[in-house]
Nanobody, 123 residues
Framework: EVQLQASGGGLVQAGGSLRLPCAASGLRFDDYVIGWFRQAPGKEREGVSCISSEDGSTLYADSVKDRSTISRDKAKDTVFLQMHRLKPEDTAVYYC????????????????WGQGTLVTVSS
């Protein structure tokens, strides 16, 4: 069974940092791009970042690219999203997903969604 488990969410003050792990199981890590998406209250889900397990290439949304780093630990089948200088507008449920190809905007690329983890940034 394919599982993607996101964790690391919580309450953080504006300006702080968080590291969100996404642990994958039941799939060949190298066969998929792993991405992070988020959904704020009352808003549509949006892409945040993704990383190709094959070559390590990355994509970032403009809203986070200067303060986020996505990385992977292939030995542990885990992808990490590190976010710095958090803002209240970063408050959302963060989901990781396995994608067929690198994209932050095409739902057709999603192979499997993982469970979300709530990030709340207080002002």
């Amino acid at each position: 069974e394919v599982q993607l488990q996101a964790s690391g969410g919580g309450l953080v003050q504006a300006g702080g940092s968080l590291r969100l792990p996404c642990a994958a199981s039941g799939l060949r890590f190298d066969d998929y791009v792993i991405g992070w998406f988020r959904q704020a209250p009352g808003k549509e889900r949006e892409g945040v970042s993704c990383i190709s397990s094959e070559d390590g290439s990355t994509l970032y949304a403009d809203s986070v690219k200067d303060r986020s780093t996505i990385s992977r630990d292939k030995a542990k089948d885990t992808v990490f999203l590190q976010m710095h200088r958090l803002k209240p507008e970063d408050t959302a449920v963060y989901y990781c997903a396995a994608l067929f190809y690198p994209t932050l905007t095409r739902p057709s690329a999603i192979h499997r969604w993982g469970q979300g983890t709530l990030v709340t940034v207080s002002s």
